[in-house]
């Protein structure tokens, strides 16, 4: 987990889709654009287009020679105090160059706080991936936050630059949604905090 010399978090934002003429990529921009323009942390986002990996025939932690493209991500993540996720809806699902990247890794994802975006073209906000999504996460002991922030008809909503056609109202919900993930990105770090304290002491006492 990355901490700035200014004490700023380091938040890492997941675009989930590869196909040609996405959308929900612009959400991922606007993420950015907010975190960097707001003086609230350091960001990248981790395109899984850009990344183009293959569908991974096992997990990282039993792959003998993990590509260099590969370790990079997983380093990435495991740097990240906070990780951000925008994914459209497909079908109910979510991507599977997501679930790719899930499935890839397991202890790094273990308390690390999440925040997910559902996108979508239509009107309901990509409302039917958020559970599948999070029941997911869940099982990987990953730490997702209550808020959603969802985007209908996207390509109304946000241009290609990121840039939302409602910007007060973007701002308002983005607010909400950031300030949750900060405070369990604190709460994550208080407790290991906690946790390491606890760890000497034992050790001391039992000396």
């Excluded at 932690?61 to 740097?79: L, T």
């Amino acid at each position: 987990m990355k901490i700035t010399n200014d004490n700023k978090p380091h938040i890492s934002i997941i675009s989930s889709s590869i196909r040609t003429g996405r959308r929900s990529h612009r959400v991922a921009l606007y993420f950015q654009n907010y975190l960097i323009e707001n003086n609230i942390a350091t960001t990248e986002i981790l395109d899984l287009k850009a990344c183009n990996f293959p569908i991974f025939e096992e997990r990282l932690q039993y792959q003998k020679h993990p590509e260099a493209a590969v370790i990079e991500f997983v380093e990435k993540i495991n740097a990240s105090c906070g990780v951000i996720i925008v994914t459209p809806e497909y079908n109910g699902g979510y991507p599977a160059a997501l679930k790719n990247v899930i499935d890839l890794l397991y202890d790094e994802w273990h308390g690390k706080p999440i925040a997910i975006s559902t996108v979508s073209a239509g009107g309901f906000g990509g409302s039917q991936v958020i559970t599948a999504l999070q029941f997911v996460l869940w099982k990987m002991r990953a730490w997702t936050i209550p808020e959603n922030f969802s985007v209908s008809r996207v390509q109304e909503a946000f241009d290609a630059e990121g840039n939302p056609t409602d910007i007060t109202e973007s701002n308002l919900r983005a607010e909400v949604f950031i300030n949750q993930l900060l405070w369990s990105i604190q709460a994550n770090k208080c407790m290991s905090t906690f946790n390491e304290h606890n760890k000497y002491s034992n050790k001391q006492h039992k000396n």
